[in-house]
């Protein structure tokens, strides 16, 4: 069955060091997107990919990057690790043609601490 | 303004009963319209697309207001299975047609 799987589950990682937390979809969704979610602000966008070679930045990408080299993946880069990007993130694929009816497939999702 | 607001609950409700929770959207240009459920500490799942026309599934019963730009999820006959926060989705934010997401109400339903 075709699935989206992120990892790790877990991570605790210090202050000022890079970490990547991987995404993998084999719905062969073209749409894939970042999240984080925090106590009171809900679900944030943080970079999305329409394709292959494309990637956009959404309303907190400070501090992050991404590359989208194949269709599965979209791995996501703090380049230098801060306290304030403690959180859970959650990556998500959609249908290109019509996200609109079907909506988005999460991943279970990568708790990250920072200390 | 928020993009998505939503009631902040928690609503605490007996089994059986009816629970409806509303949304508010402030673009007016949005096409689409979900709800999704998550529960603690687990990823987001696609309760139910919300048409023009309103729509139900089962007990559960979506409803939308363009005029208003309101968004409403009825729930009857509530069961210990429908605890969790329920989000409120729209789409067409600020970064192209990508979905917005509300803050959540959570529901808790006692026994």
């Known amino acids: 069955d075709a699935e989206i799987t992120q990892s790790p589950r877990h991570k605790i990682t210090e202050t000022g060091r890079q970490v990547t937390l991987a995404c993998h979809q084999t719905?062969?969704?073209?749409?894939m997107f970042w999240y984080r979610q925090d106590l009171g602000h809900g679900l944030r966008l943080i970079h999305y990919?329409?394709?292959?070679?494309?990637?956009n930045k959404g309303e907190v990408s400070d501090g992050y990057s991404v590359s989208r080299s194949n269709t599965e993946d979209l791995p996501l880069t703090l380049e230098s690790a801060a306290s304030s990007q403690t959180s859970v993130y959650f990556c998500?694929?959609?249908?290109?043609?019509?996200?609109?009816?079907?909506?988005?497939?999460f991943g279970s999702g990568t708790r990250l601490t920072v200390v | 303004r928020k993009e998505v607001e939503q009631d902040p609950g928690p609503f605490n409700v007996p089994e059986g009963a009816t629970v409806a929770f509303n949304c508010t959207y402030s673009n007016s240009a949005s096409q689409s319209f979900f709800w999704y459920r998550q529960d603690c500490r687990k990823e987001p799942k696609l309760l139910m697309s919300?048409?023009?026309s309103g729509n139900e599934d089962g007990r559960f019963t979506a409803q939308l207001n363009r005029a208003s730009q309101y968004i409403s999820l009825l729930i009857r006959d509530s069961k210990l299975s429908d605890s969790a926060t329920y989000l409120c989705?729209?789409?067409?934010?600020?970064?192209?047609?990508?979905?917005?997401f509300g803050p959540g109400t959570r529901l808790s339903v006692l026994p």
């Open positions: 989705v729209v789409n067409g934010g600020n970064y192209g047609q990508n979905f917005v």
């Open positions: 719905w062969n969704h073209n749409n």
């Open positions: 998500a694929s959609s249908e290109s043609r019509q996200p609109e009816r079907y909506g988005y497939t």
């Open positions: 919300v048409y023009s």
């Open positions: 990919s329409y394709g292959v070679q494309d990637t």
